[in-house]
T-cell receptor
Framework: KQEVTQIPAALSVPEGENLVLNCSFTDSAIYNLQWFRQDPGKGLTSLLLIQSSQREQTSGRLNASLDKSSGRSTLYIAASQPGDSATYLCAVRNDYKLSFGAGTTVTVRA | GAGVSQSPSNKVTEKGKDVELRCDPISGHTALYWYRQSLGQGLEFLIYFQGNSAPDKSGLPSDRFSAERTGGSVSTLTIQRTQQEDSAVYLC?????????????FGPGTRLLVL
């Protein structure tokens, strides 16, 4: 059974700092890995999807890396803003189902 | 275009009652997924549909849970004889196919509270 772990569980930084969120998974036979954002009381918004053959994906201030062999992914958010405050979830895909980590709750202080 | 929609957005029910949760996937998406997000449990997979067929029901927590999909579109998740531990946010997602390149797009969820 796939186990996904996210560290840290919570993070508080001043505006402008870079954020580093970590995700690890136990079964490296994945199709892809997705990073999602969840705002309180809302659904999930997909941020980045990295295919198993890729090493990283970038979108604006977001960059995600994937090391499939070691079962690790890192999400970098550059120059954080208060609007980045949310819970960030990592999910890995085996077959058709996603297995999620518990999330990292980020607070960016103005 | 329209995203995944779910109804109701919130549902409060009494223990022992049946509830139906509805999901409208993105038009043309053949794959549909139900997940549950509980406090202390995180997000867990419930069931997957390809068209109207459910090849994998392994995530359904008990036989009180069932789901169907009709016309390759709308899906309904039914919980019979609800229990307090069923309280959670039920999320639906769809993707254009079940291929490994596909992103799953999530709806806003239905927040279920069983009293």
């Amino acid at each position: 059974k796939q186990e996904v772990t996210q560290i840290p569980a919570a993070l508080s930084v001043p505006e402008g700092e870079n954020l580093v969120l970590n995700c690890s998974f136990t079964d490296s036979a994945i199709y892809n890995l997705q990073w999602f954002r969840q705002d309180p009381g809302k659904g999930l918004t997909s941020l980045l999807l990295i295919q198993s053959s890729q090493r990283e994906q970038t979108s604006g201030r977001l960059n995600a890396s994937l090391d499939k062999s070691s079962g690790r992914s890192t999400l970098y958010i550059a120059a954080s803003q208060p609007g980045d405050s949310a819970t960030y979830l990592c999910a890995v895909r085996n077959d058709y189902k996603l297995s999620f980590g518990a999330g990292t709750t980020v607070t960016v202080r103005a | 275009g329209a995203g995944v929609s779910q109804s109701p957005s919130n549902k409060v029910t009494e223990k022992g009652k049946d509830v139906e949760l509805r999901c409208d996937p993105i038009s043309g998406h053949t794959a549909l997924y139900w997940y549950r997000q509980s406090l202390g449990q995180g997000l867990e997979f419930l069931i997957y549909f390809q068209g109207n067929s459910a090849p994998d029901k392994s995530g359904l927590p008990s036989d009180r849970f069932s789901a169907e999909r009709t016309g390759g579109s709308v899906s309904t998740l039914t919980i019979q004889r609800t229990q307090q531990e069923d309280s959670a946010v039920y999320l639906c997602a769809s993707s254009s196919t079940s291929g490994d390149q596909e992103t799953q797009y999530f709806g806003p969820g239905t927040r279920l509270l069983v009293l």
